[in-house]
């Protein structure tokens, strides 16, 4: 049985990468060790390397087939808009953690914990994970 292969297209985003904001989170020796890098504005693009400069060159590959295949896919590339410092100032994020029940605030600080990763950085890969699977399904 031959299986197609699609070939898509490079395309020219339409924001360079350095216009998106990344978070880089260390992965535990579990996941395999190194530095995993995602995307809040792009859901699902995400990549990963044993530095976070090999993260990062990764990371880039990762943008740049992420872009091709959205667009390929008929849908309209995202502009970037996280602003981390939102996320990460203290105001804000007691604002945050103020909606979150305690059992649901507990479990994500925990597993933020075994993951060695900051909480933000676990909420965030949650969401964009899950908007990816949301994606998907439409």
Not at 18 to 44: K, R, T, V, W
Not at 72 to 83: E, L, Q
Not at 102 to 118: I, N, P, T
Request: overall charge negative; proline content about 7%; hydrophobic content about 40%.
């Amino acid at each position: 049985m031959i299986e197609s292969v699609k070939i898509i297209s490079r395309v020219k985003p339409p924001y360079p990468f350095e216009a998106y904001a990344h978070i880089i989170s260390p992965l535990s020796e579990e996941d395999g060790g190194g530095y995993m890098i995602s995307f809040p504005d792009l859901p699902g693009c995400m990549s990963d390397g044993e530095t976070e400069a090999e993260a990062i060159e990764n990371g880039r590959d990762a943008f740049h087939v992420w872009i091709s295949a959205y667009a390929d896919s008929g849908k309209t590339i995202p502009a970037p808009a996280f602003r981390p410092e939102i996320i990460n100032s203290s105001r804000e994020s007691r604002e945050f953690v103020k909606f979150l029940p305690k059992l649901v605030y507990d479990q994500l600080f925990e597993r933020a914990e075994e993951e060695g990763v900051g909480l933000d950085a676990l909420v965030l890969t949650y969401i964009a994970e899950g908007l990816n699977r949301r994606e998907s399904h439409i």
